[in-house]
Structures are given as structure tokens and as C-alpha cells.
């Protein structure tokens, strides 16, 4: 079955304490990227990537690191998180950015 | 830069009304344009699309016409049912532009029985 996989679905975690979120994709995708969603700000950006090794910024990167080794993987990487980072994120992936987006299911993340 | 205004919400509805849903953009390239629907405690799923002017989009009892002159890409739906209920994103990907994919921030719909 076609799907992006994101993991966890939940989390709490503490200020600073680094965390990974893992997002893969079984379509051989070479588009990749992550949201966050906010209660009235929709769905921001905060990093693509358009093949291996190939990442930029989004709208709103700052406080987020991201890597693209595989095509198949693009972990979401909080080196310190804070509590403004609590959120819901979201993976997807597509074959280019004109394409149909698949979604993850979403990790919900409380920073305390 | 590249942007799309959908109209506020939240819309409640009851069943079997009509549904419209406003939708704009700006771009600078030959955008192509999306409707995304999340259901409660889902992720955004693809409900439609359109390429280039004058392109309609359907699914699932949904449509939206690609209007240039009016920078539009308006959702509607002719009968909403209690299971249309669901959070709607406009969205935009300007080929030949940013090449960016940039989302509206999604209208909640309710439709009570």
C-alpha cells in the first residue's frame, strides 16, 4: 500500500531535549517535505526537499534541522526544542511539487 | 510572492445545502491549483485539482473551475452531507515560478443532520 509513515504519533517531551521524528515513504518520491499546523495559521512549511542530499528552507525553519541520505527517508530533527515548537506536524511526499501530496497521519508534539 | 486567501471560518451548513467555498491566489509562474480536505485526526488527502485556465476539477460530488481572469478557484458542492464535514485547504503550486507548493490556512466545515 502507498503511504508516508511518520513516528511517533504523540509526544511530550521537556525543553531542550533533542528528539527525531522519522517520515518515510514507500512511492520512490522525490519530493518530500514537512509542515507544521497551527490553530488559525493553516499549514506552514518548514523544510522540502527536491531529491537526495537536496534540502531548503521553508516559511518558517528556524529552530529545525532536516537530512535527505535516502530518498525513502527525510527525519524532521529539534536539536532543542521549545514550547513554541508545540504543534502538529505533518510529513508528505509526491513525485513533484505539481503533483498530488501524500500525507502522514501526523505527530502531535507538546514541548514543556 | 506566491499566495492563497480562502474565506474564514468556521461554515456551518445543514444537510443537504449548498456549498461554496472562496478561494484566490496570487503567482507569479503558471500555477497549478489543489483542494485538500483533513478529516478529524487525519492527514490533508488530495479531493482535487486543476492545471491550467478553465481546467474543473471533481470529486466526490465536488468541483472548482480554474478561473484566471478572477485568480479563482472556488469549491462548491451542490448537496453536503454530515460526512463532508472536514477542514478544506486551498493550495497552489506555481510551476515555472517558486515551484512551491503554498497552502491557505483551510476552512472548517460542519454539517449538522
Known amino acids: 500500500e502507498a503511504q508516508v509513515t511518520q513516528n511517533p504519533r504523540y509526544l511530550i517531551t521537556v525543553t531542550g531535549k533533542k528528539l527525531t521524528v522519522t517520515c518515510s515513504q514507500n512511492m520512490n518520491h522525490e519530493y518530500m517535505s514537512w509542515y507544521r499546523q497551527d490553530p488559525g495559521l493553516g499549514l506552514r512549511q518548514i523544510y522540502y526537499s527536491m531529491n537526495v542530499e537536496v534540502t531548503d528552507k521553508g516559511d518558517v525553519p528556524e529552530g529545525y534541522k532536516v537530512s535527505r541520505k535516502e530518498k525513502r527517508n527525510f527525519p524532521l530533527i529539534l536539536e532543542s526544542p521549545s514550547p513554541n515548537q508545540t504543534s502538529l506536524y505533518f510529513c508528505a511526499s509526491s513525485w513533484a511539487t505539481n503533483e498530488k501530496l501524500f500525507f502522514g497521519s501526523g505527530t502531535q508534539l507538546s514541548v514543556l | 510572492g506566491d499566495s492563497v486567501t480562502q474565506m474564514e471560518g468556521p461554515v456551518t451548513l445543514s444537510e443537504e445545502a449548498f456549498l461554496t467555498i472562496n478561494c484566490t491566489y496570487t503567482a507569479t509562474g503558471y500555477p497549478s491549483l489543489f483542494w485538500y480536505v483533513q478529516y478529524p485526526g487525519e492527514g490533508l488527502q488530495l479531493l482535487l485539482k486543476?492545471?491550467?485556465?478553465?481546467d474543473k476539477g471533481s470529486n466526490k460530488g465536488f468541483e472548482a473551475t480554474y478561473r484566471k481572469e478572477t485568480t479563482s478557484f472556488h469549491l462548491e458542492k451542490g448537496s453536503v452531507q454530515v460526512s463532508d464535514s472536514a477542514v478544506y485547504f486551498c493550495a497552489l503550486s506555481d510551476v515555472g515560478g517558486s515551484e512551491k507548493l503554498v497552502f491557505g490556512k483551510g476552512t472548517k466545515l460542519t454539517v449538522n443532520p
Open positions: 486543476a492545471t491550467k485556465a478553465d
